[in-house]
């Protein structure tokens, strides 16, 4: 345990690269099986694609919930190993999994009491809120696998053992991507269970995703020593993690109530355009995944380095995270532009659901660049130990600016108009997260 750990030491180049890799690469796998998931979906009918959107603000909030929780375990356990707290890092990885396991309970109650008011409060059409009641029980009442799947993914991640989470992730997707048409459809001898098929074949996949995560904890994570035998849960600990955690789920949450807000919005039009929002997060997950890896890799390496007190190093990793991400946005946002119609052809899309997809694509992808910045950005504020900085920033763009901005142009009645709200809450959101970091880096890093 007295060796220096490679995110104290290694260039910074390299490290970013041994790190990010592997999270895009498995994140990317993720993002594939989403949209493979919608693809079998539309085939059975634009009404269950729908509902597959109806249903995304709630499984958003549960990945927000687990995800959020993980940032609050990252930054603390990282830290405490840059200190070299060997045993309080031990103790925080047991919370991981406890709060992970309280986090399903919670999740579903919910889906077994309230799933299907859920859909009515967003749409009176029968078949929809059918088919999304459907869908979303077996989400959220088998959501196990999911919250204990991110723990052990972000055990692994805060000591910089990316290449395992890698592993357990790409093994969830490749499950539920081989899975979804049998499920889906009834191949191969299997009961056609439509849409709860593919419900199905998300959580199977995420059950034996767990397994593995747990197994390589277990295993090949020797810096961390998990044991619940003994475990006693510790309040301290407990508001150590939820410090930082509570304003990433917040933030993440206000994603859930900003997408039921925009379903409500683009459902007054037409159930098409509500679809095509729907197509656009799968689609959009596929370009940001890769720098939610990026990200995802800069948290511990930036919270190692700030516990170890190598300010240079800080810096230079926030620098060089940025413009990576800023690049890869690029990328995305091209492909929006010149290819939308491509895109929303792996969606089996009527002509109506073309027409309104192509102008929402290429309005929206503007933005990518610009949130290639505020995602890095707002995360390092969150590794500096200033979360309020990007729970602000969330708040406002998504609550303050995106929500009134799109309502306020819906008025106008033309659909294509709604679609500017985004990148014009992207514009106050890199305005903010620029100042927000400029704070941070006077307050946490002043010694040179």
């Not at 708040?395 to 009134?404: M, S, T, Y």
Request: aromatic share 10%; net charge positive; proline share 3%.
């Amino acid at each position: 345990m007295a060796t220096e750990n490679k995110m104290g030491v290694m260039p910074l180049n390299r490290l970013l690269i041994s790190m990010s890799v592997p999270m895009m690469i498995s994140m990317l796998v993720q993002a594939l099986y989403n949209i493979v998931d919608s693809m079998f979906v539309a085939q059975l009918s634009e009404n269950a694609l729908t509902a597959v959107s109806l249903a995304f603000p709630a499984q958003n909030l549960m990945i927000a919930v687990a995800t959020g929780t993980g940032v609050g375990v990252n930054a603390a356990l990282s830290r405490n190993l840059g200190e070299k707290n060997f045993d309080r890092a031990n103790r925080i990885a047991d919370h991981a999994l406890f709060l992970a396991a309280m986090s399903y309970i919670v999740f579903a109650i919910f889906g077994l009491f309230f799933a299907r008011q859920f859909f009515r409060l967003q749409t009176d059409i029968e078949e929809i809120v059918d088919l999304g009641t459907t869908y979303l029980r077996v989400c959220t009442i088998a959501s196990f696998g999911l919250f204990m799947e991110i723990a052990c993914e972000r055990l692994l991640q805060s000591t910089g053992k990316t290449i395992y989470s890698m592993y357990t992730q790409g093994l969830g997707a490749i499950i539920n991507i081989v899975l979804d048409p049998i499920l889906i459809f009834g191949y191969f001898g299997a009961p056609a269970l439509g849409i709860a098929g593919a419900a199905g074949a998300t959580v199977f996949g995420q059950l034996i995703a767990f397994g593995l995560g747990f197994y390589l904890n277990k295993t090949k994570n020797h810096e961390i020593t998990i044991s619940l035998r003994s475990f006693k849960p510790n309040g301290e600990i407990i508001r150590h993690i939820y410090a930082v955690g509570v304003p990433s789920i917040i933030m993440a949450s206000i994603g859930s109530i900003m997408t039921f807000g925009i379903n409500k919005i683009l459902i007054a039009f037409s159930s098409t355009a509500t679809a095509v929002f729907g197509v656009y997060f799968k689609l959009q997950s596929f370009i940001f995944m890769p720098c939610f890896g990026l990200n995802n890799a800069m948290v511990p390496i930036v919270s190692y380095n700030y516990g170890a007190q190598k300010f240079d190093r800080v810096r230079k990793t926030v620098r060089l995270t940025v413009f990576t991400a800023i690049g890869i946005m690029c990328v995305g946002c091209a492909l929006f532009e010149l290819i939308p119609e491509t895109l929303l052809g792996m969606f089996s899309p009527t002509d109506e659901m073309l027409s309104i997809g192509r102008v929402a694509l290429r309005i929206i992808g503007v933005h990518f660049p610009l949130a290639g910045f505020s995602i890095i950005a707002g995360s390092a504020c969150q590794a500096l130990g200033k979360p309020i900085y990007a729970l602000i920033n969330s708040v406002c763009r998504q609550i303050v600016v995106l929500l009134p901005a799109a309502y306020l142009l819906s008025l106008t009645g033309r659909l294509e108009l709604v679609w500017l709200a985004f990148p014009i809450a992207e514009v106050v959101s890199v305005i903010l997260n620029a100042t927000f970091l400029r704070l941070t880096y006077r307050v946490s890093l002043e010694r040179k």
